[in-house]
């Protein structure tokens, strides 16, 4: 089993910039394909960015050039810097993982972005 717990949402105004940050009870090195989704106001959980384990990043066209996930492998912990937050970006964001064949989500962080 592994836990994923999000954190570092909040409320900030259109144009700022907040870390979320998504801990594992586990070895990050053993979870594969990890990512951040989002669920917005009316619309279905979408997919934001992930990182594979070599590194490489892929981003959702929506928020290239704004947004750098990373993992920090020392701290188990994964990580998605959203600068110039704009506010279709409010939603609940999650960070999700595969582990031995099965995913597992955190519970999720509110991101609000204020006009």
């Known amino acids: 089993q592994v836990q994923l717990v999000e954190s570092g949402g909040g409320l900030v105004q259109a144009g700022g910039s907040l870390r979320l940050s998504c801990a594992a009870s586990?070895?990050?090195?053993?979870?594969?394909?990890m990512g951040w989704y989002r669920q917005t106001p009316g619309h279905q959980r979408e997919w934001v960015a992930s990182?594979?384990?070599?590194?490489?990043?892929n981003y959702a066209d929506f928020v290239k050039d704004r947004f750098h996930i990373y993992r920090d492998n020392a701290k188990d912990t994964l990580f998605l810097q959203m600068n110039n937050l704009e506010p279709d970006d409010t939603g609940v964001y999650f960070c999700?993982?595969?582990?031995?064949?099965?995913?597992?989500w955190g519970q999720g962080t509110q991101v609000t972005v204020a006009s």
């Open positions: 999700k993982g595969t582990f031995r064949s099965r995913e597992y």
């Open positions: 586990k070895s990050i090195g053993a979870i594969r394909g």
């Open positions: 990182v594979v384990s070599g590194g490489a990043t």
